[in-house]
C-alpha cells in the first residue's frame, strides 16, 4: 500500500495544491496591500533597516526635540503598521528587539514613518483625500465625481499657494 494513498486531515484540498485562498481573497488583500503602500519597494527598503537605525534615529529626535510627545497614529497607520508587521518579518523582529527595552512603541513607530515617508506618504495622502470625498459627500450629499473634483480643486489650489513666495504674490496683484 503506498503512503500517498492514506488520507491526511492537514492535505491541502483543491486542485493541484494550488492556492488555498480564493481567486477574489487574494486580488482583496492585494488591493488592500496597495491602498496601504505596502508595496515590493517598501519592503524591499525595510530589507536594509537594522535595529542601529532606529537606536540612532531615536537619539537625534531626542536630541532635537526634547520634551516633544509622538503623536498617536493615524488610522491608516494603524492599518498600515498591522500590515507591514505580517509582511515585512524583518521588521517585526526589529522591534521585537527594541520594543520597550530601548525605545517605546509609539516612538518605534515614529521613527518608521519618518524613515519610509518617501514610500508611504502618497498612499497616506490619498487615504485622507478618500476620507475628505467620504465627509464632504455625507455631509452634501452631492455625487461623488462632482465632490472629487472639488477636493482636487481645493488641494491643487493649496499646493500653489504654499509655492508661491510673497514676491510672486505682488506681481500677479499689479
Not at 89 to 116: M, N, S, T, V
Amino acid at each position: 500500500m503506498a503512503f500517498s494513498s492514506f488520507s491526511w486531515p492537514f492535505r491541502r484540498r483543491g486542485s493541484g495544491g494550488g492556492p488555498s485562498k480564493p481567486a477574489a481573497a487574494a486580488a482583496g488583500e492585494e488591493e488592500e496591500e496597495e491602498e496601504l503602500g505596502v508595496t515590493p519597494q517598501l519592503l524591499d527598503f525595510l530589507r536594509t533597516l537594522s535595529p542601529d537605525t532606529f537606536k540612532s534615529a531615536a537619539l537625534q529626535l531626542q536630541g532635537g526635540s526634547a520634551g516633544v510627545d509622538a503623536a498617536d497614529l493615524s488610522g491608516w497607520q494603524e492599518r498600515h503598521a498591522v500590515l507591514v508587521l505580517s509582511k515585512a518579518k524583518e521588521l517585526a523582529k526589529i522591534r521585537y528587539d527594541l520594543c520597550p527595552r530601548h525605545i517605546k512603541d509609539k516612538q518605534f513607530w515614529r521613527i518608521y514613518f519618518l524613515l519610509a515617508k518617501s514610500y508611504t506618504s502618497p498612499y497616506e495622502l490619498r487615504a485622507i483625500q478618500r476620507d475628505k470625498v467620504r465627509k464632504m459627500e455625507t455631509e452634501n450629499g452631492k455625487a461623488k465625481d462632482v465632490i472629487a473634483v472639488e477636493v482636487e480643486m481645493q488641494e491643487s489650489k493649496c499646493s500653489r499657494d504654499s509655492q508661491m513666495s510673497p514676491g510672486d504674490e505682488e506681481s500677479q496683484d499689479s
